[in-house]
Each structure stands twice: as structure tokens, then as C-alpha cells.
């Protein structure tokens, strides 16, 4: 029988699962962080946001935890680099010229020391300012990135499905696609994604599926799902989802996953007065 107080590793994705609405990391989830922390279990932040960014979210505890930042292309336990899954320019380039020719989308091209756009639209880039702390705007993508490439994301402001997925999906036999968000869908090499980051930090670890627990709302979270016995889906989540997940929690804006962390830390104690 599987309990609670078997997890050794707790993995959240970011947006729609532990930042609400508003973007926000709750106080009582820094509070909970503590409790993860003396019953040992390992914490590990899976986004497809920017290192940097989710860095920031999580500044006060980011050297006590293992961050999995664009979807699974770069994990970094503090100041320590576990893994990378790059992008080849070969595939930059055959993708580039496609996405041109859509209308109404952004492109950027998430590197290591930084993002890249080719677009001055301002409202776009206050949106991009959320998840890419660190970008540059350029004249062409294609001559003027100078670095290691994780992924390509592209965005649009009403529907990624609708608008995007029908226009890249003639990659998905070469290359990871995601429709990772209402407005995003990411592109990466098909190693690159939460499941497989989860997974290397397991063997890392020494961590079972059945000592796994992870948190997740939308379809870039579908393989780390796999990787877990104890798998939540959100309230607010994808449908997938929610057919993939073992478990359900509260939604993001009503701390969905505090409320199965608060009940991981009660198991966990109560398993140490048995």
C-alpha cells in the first residue's frame, strides 16, 4: 500500500501549478519548503520558464533546490549544472523560415546566457518579461545567436492550439512539440523534456517512481507524470492532464499544491512517532 510518507522527491511545474494567477510564489509554500526540508524530501522546480526567471521566483531557497528550467532542456542543483539537452542549429534553421510566414505569432529562441527576439512589439515583450528575465532583441535569429539553444518558443495572444500547433506540427517526428500553455507552444529536441530531467534526477538520487511526487497542469507536464506514482493534476489543468494524473489537488489560485504538501509533512511525521 502506497502512502504519503514514502516521497523522497516532490517536483512542481511553475505556471497554473505552484505561481497563482497573479504569477505569485505563496508564503505558506516557503513555510512548507522548510518542513520538506527537515523530513528530508528534495524539492525540484520543472518549468518551461527561463532559468533565470524561475530563479527569481524562488530566490529565497534557489541554492537549496534542483531547478529544471525550459521543459526540461537545463537542470541545475544551486550553482551546480546536472544536465543540458540542446537544440541543434540545423533545426533552428529549418524552423525559423517556417515560423515567419505565420501570422500574428512571436518567436523566441531560448539560449543559455539569454533569449532572443526579433520582434520590438511592446506589448509582447511586457508579456515575455514574466518568463524571460533575460533577453535580447535582434535584427535576424538566425545570423545573430551566438549560444547554446535549449528551445524554440513561440507565442501567440489568443490560442497556441488554435494558431500555432497546425503550423509545427509537421516537426513532431524530428523534434519534442509542446503546447505548453494557453498562448505557448515550445519546441525542443525530442530528449528534451520534464519526464527525462525527472528521471535522470531519480538515478541521480536514488529516488523511485513510487518516492516521487509530482504537480503539473499542462501537456509539457505529461511525461513527468509518468514518472511518479504519487501524480497530481490540478483543478485548473489541461483535460490530458487530468486523464494522465493519479491524483487531483485544489487549483493553482486556491494552493493546490500547498494542500498535498501540507499532508505530505503531516504523513512524514507521524510515520517517525510510529
Known amino acids: 500500500m502506497m502512502d504519503l510518507s514514502q516521497v523522497k522527491m516532490v517536483v512542481t511545474d511553475m505556471d497554473g501549478t505552484l505561481l497563482n494567477s497573479k504569477s505569485e510564489v505563496s508564503v505558506q509554500f516557503f513555510e512548507l519548503f522548510q518542513g520538506l526540508k527537515t523530513q528530508n524530501v528534495r524539492f525540484v522546480a520543472a518549468s518551461g520558464r527561463q532559468y533565470s526567471s524561475i530563479q527569481n521566483k524562488l530566490m529565497a531557497i534557489f541554492e537549496e533546490i534542483t531547478i529544471v528550467a525550459e521543459n526540461g532542456g537545463y537542470i541545475k542543483q544551486g550553482q551546480t549544472e546536472l544536465g543540458s539537452t540542446l537544440l541543434s542549429f540545423d533545426h533552428i534553421h529549418k524552423l525559423i523560415p517556417v515560423l515567419r510566414k505565420v501570422e500574428g505569432i ?25 518568463y524571460y528575465t533575460k533577453f535580447d532583441v535582434v535584427d535576424d535569429l538566425l545570423s545573430q545567436v551566438k549560444d547554446d539553444v535549449f528551445k524554440v518558443a513561440i507565442y501567440h495572444f489568443e490560442s497556441s492550439e488554435t494558431y500555432i500547433y497546425p503550423h509545427v506540427k509537421q516537426f513532431e517526428n524530428e523534434l519534442q512539440i509542446k503546447v505548453s500553455g494557453t498562448n505557448w507552444v515550445d519546441i525542443a529536441d525530442q ?3 520534464k519526464g527525462e530531467a525527472v528521471k535522470l534526477l531519480q538515478h541521480k538520487f536514488g529516488i523511485s ?30 483535460e490530458n492532464v487530468k486523464q494522465a494524473a493519479r491524483f487531483e489537488t485544489r487549483s493553482n489560485n486556491n494552493a493546490g499544491v500547498e494542500f498535498v ?14
Do not use: P, W
Open 209 to 238: 517512481k513510487e518516492e516521487t511526487m509530482v504537480f503539473g497542469d499542462y501537456n509539457n507536464d505529461l511525461e513527468m507524470i509518468d514518472q511518479a506514482y504519487f501524480s497530481y493534476a490540478m483543478e485548473n489543468a489541461h
Open 261 to 274: 504538501l501540507e499532508k505530505l509533512i503531516k504523513a512524514k511525521e507521524l510515520k517517525l512517532k510510529d
Open 191 to 193: 530528449r528534451s523534456n
Open 106 to 130: 512571436y518567436i523566441v529562441v531560448c539560449g543559455k546566457k539569454s533569449a532572443y527576439i526579433e520582434s520590438d512589439d511592446e506589448k509582447f515583450q511586457n508579456v515575455l518579461k514574466e
